[in-house]
Each structure stands twice: as structure tokens, then as C-alpha cells.
């Protein structure tokens, strides 16, 4: 079947504008991460939704990043007034209920000039 | 504090060597860890997980071991092959509710024919 997809592949925008990234997880999967991958570096843990349940916010660095999620479905990590060191490839993973293996989107590499 | 870390960052052995990829995790609490192998350009992998009521688990050409005595999680790769150059990431969840998981800062392997 279809994996998690992430659009657009690569995103180059000014310093100032408002950027948004899309997740499309796998049908069915009620658990949704997004991850923050910096250059050579591992992955940072931004924002998890779990069903209907509250999102954990824990990891979002500023109040410039936010996230959404449609039910069970498509996300969107939105990211207000780019800065240079959002510069970075953003991952999102998906998990079936019950499970904690999470499959993981090609990523959107984000370039802040 | 949320900490996972490798001994290694890069990891060079010849073609048809066994492999040991090394992660030093930090909470003891945490349940569940997990490696990932991540290509360049691509999103995380799987490859095996474990759960902390166990100390070894084997998949194809790969093992993992647990020592939670001194929080320390290892891969084993055996017969290294020049596709399993990657970059491999460790990760933990803690116990509880959660299904976060919290990476590892990577290890380049790479693999000389």
C-alpha cells in the first residue's frame, strides 16, 4: 500500500513568509509525528497527534511553528515568519493504534534564504 | 535530560565484516527502543525494535541488544554489504502513555568494498 507522503519535496522561500508542509499518513494510522532533521544531525521531535486526544506540543521551538491535523487524516506544519535556521528537511512519520514502529515520509527540505 | 546518544559518529569497515553501531540512552524508564537506517535523501527505515523486558532480538543479518544495567542499546550487522551504508539512528520511548520517541544523534556507516 501507499506510504506516508510528504508535499512539497523541497521548498525554497524568503526570510519573512509563511510556510506551510503537508503530511498525508498512512489510511488508517491514528498516531502522526512531525521531526525536524537539521543537516547532518538526528531527528528533533516537534509535535506527535494521537487520535482525538490533545496534540503533545512539547517540541515545538516558537511560537512561529503549528501544526494541524484533519481527524485521522492529512497534517500540515505551518511555519509563520521564516528564519534562516528553520532551514532544515521536516519528516513526518505515521504509527498504527498499538503500535510504536513509525513510518516515515521522504521528507520536505525547507531552504530559508 | 531527553538524551540519547551514540558513542560513534561514523563507522567505516570493509565489505563482509560484522558491524556494531553503538547508543547510549539516557532515561531508565524507557520500554521500547528502536533503530532506524536512513539513506541519503530518504526518510527513516526500520529495521528492528526491542522492548525492555528484553535483552537480544534477532532479525535478518541484524541483532540488537539491550543492557539495562548500563542503559546502553547496540546493532549488529552481520556481513556488512555495501547497501547498508546509511546513517543508523537509535531511539527510545518513555514508559508511560507516550508513544514519543526520542532520537539518537545518528552514526554514519560506511561500507568499503
Known amino acids: 500500500g501507499a506510504g506516508v507522503s510528504q508535499s512539497p519535496s523541497n521548498k525554497v522561500t524568503e526570510k519573512g513568509k509563511d510556510v506551510e508542509l503537508r503530511c498525508d499518513p498512512i489510511?488508517?494510522?491514528?498516531?502522526l509525528y512531525w521531526y525536524r532533521q537539521r543537516l547532518g544531525q538526528g531527528l528533533e521531535f516537534l509535535i506527535y497527534?494521537?487520535?482525538?486526544?490533545?496534540?503533545?506540543k512539547s517540541g515545538l521551538p516558537s511560537d512561529r511553528f503549528s501544526a494541524e491535523r484533519t481527524g485521522e487524516s492529512v497534517s500540515t506544519l505551518t511555519i509563520q515568519r521564516t528564519q534562516q535556521e528553520d532551514s532544515a528537511v521536516y519528516l513526518c512519520?505515521?504509527?498504527?493504534?498499538?503500535?510504536?514502529?513509525?513510518?516515515f515520509g521522504p521528507g520536505t527540505r525547507l531552504t530559508v534564504l | 535530560g531527553e538524551s540519547v546518544g551514540l558513542h560513534l559518529p561514523t563507522l567505516s569497515v570493509q565489505e563482509g565484516d560484522n558491524s556494531i553501531i553503538n547508543c547510549a540512552y539516557s532515561?531508565?524508564?524507557?520500554?521500547?527502543f528502536i533503530w532506524y537506517k536512513q539513506e541519503s535523501g530518504k526518510g527513516p527505515q526500520f529495521i528492528i525494535d526491542?522492548?525492555?523486558?528484553?535483552d537480544k532480538r534477532q532479525g535478518q543479518r541484524v541483532t540488537v541488544l539491550l543492557n539495562k544495567t548500563v542503559k546502553h542499546l547496540s546493532l549488529q550487522i552481520a556481513a556488512t554489504q555495501p547497501g547498508d551504508s546509511a546513517v543508523y539512528f537509535c531511539?527510545?520511548?518513555?514508559?508511560?502513555?507516550?508513544?514519543?520517541?526520542?532520537f539518537g544523534t545518528g552514526t554514519l556507516l560506511a561500507v568499503q568494498p
Open positions: 512519520a505515521s504509527s498504527p493504534g498499538g503500535l510504536y514502529e513509525q513510518f
Open positions: 489510511s488508517g494510522h491514528t498516531a
Open positions: 497527534f494521537q487520535g482525538n486526544s490533545a496534540p503533545d
Open positions: 532515561n531508565s524508564a524507557s520500554d521500547y
Open positions: 526491542i522492548r525492555s523486558n528484553m
Open positions: 531511539a527510545e520511548k518513555y514508559g508511560g502513555a507516550t508513544n514519543k520517541l526520542i
